[in-house]
């Protein structure tokens, strides 16, 4: 594995804000989603390791950022993929890199169940 390389907050959450995700808070943590186009109850969820407040990600071996795939309806809510956790190595430019994928490949994967709900 690389070399671990601090992640600013404001540029995680400035890539995550254009890519049309919206901030949310879970807990402590600063979570963005974004609704399936298809069916606004499927999400792709991004936990930033961002705590709310703080101007950086957590530290080097703290947490990685995570890549999730979700359905949330009212009173009801559960899982359809975990992705693999985005470490943060290399250089700020490799992990939006590599963050940019996962949210490409959950999008990938809302689409295909919601594909197969219909089905």
Not at 51 to 57: N, P, S
Not at 83 to 92: E, H, M
Request: charged share 25%; glycine share 10%; aromatic share 8%.
């Amino acid at each position: 594995m690389g070399h671990y390389v601090e992640v600013p907050s404001e540029v995680i959450e400035s890539f995550l804000s254009g890519k049309r995700f919206v901030r949310g808070v879970q807990g402590s943590e600063v979570v963005y989603s974004f609704a399936h186009l298809r069916d606004a109850a499927v999400k792709v969820k991004v936990y930033t390791s961002i705590r709310v407040g703080a101007t950086r990600a957590r530290g080097c071996g703290e947490d990685a950022i995570r890549v999730v795939v979700c359905g949330e309806r009212p009173g009801r809510s559960w899982g359809i993929a975990k992705l693999p956790r985005v470490y943060r190595t290399g250089n700020v430019d490799a992990v939006l890199a590599r963050l940019h994928a996962r949210m490409r490949e959950a999008y990938t994967i809302a689409t295909n169940y919601l594909t197969a709900q219909r089905a």
